[in-house]
């Protein structure tokens, strides 16, 4: 386990820079935090699985905690993140926090500076392949406190 500073430097000593990163973890790892600390250091855009929450009235019936988590919209994330791999830009259309409901408004996000693409799940085997740099977040009781 290595401090945000030093996953700093790692990244800006990397050659060539990487263009899509992951940052993966646990909830309440950090993996919000690391990305926008990130962005706000290198110029570069988020891509956060967050944006992709799926409305409660649309959760399956047997929800249940496992991975891949069934709140989110899955199949729209992957199609973003693939056409950020594969075409260099992507579209999609953000949760709306203060009503829960999936926006009008349509997002988009190109490959014209890095993108780091964070959240719970984001290094899945049928995602961590795309990627050019790897994450995992961690954190104890201790960092907690």
Known sequence: MIPAAAAEAALAAWRPAPRLIAIDGLPLSGKSTLAERLAARFGWNILGLDDFY???AFWPADIAPAVPFPFFRLAEFRAAVTGLRREGRCAWRPI???????SPEVSRLD?????????C??????FAGLYD???????????LA
């Open 96 to 102: 709306d926090w203060p009503t829960l409901t999936i």
């Open 121 to 126: 799940s984001v290094l899945a085997a049928d």
């Open 54 to 56: 799926l409305p409660a």
């Open 111 to 119: 490959m014209a500076r890095p993108v780091i693409v964070e959240g």
């Open 133 to 143: 740099g790897r994450l995992f977040v961690m954190s104890d009781r201790a960092s």
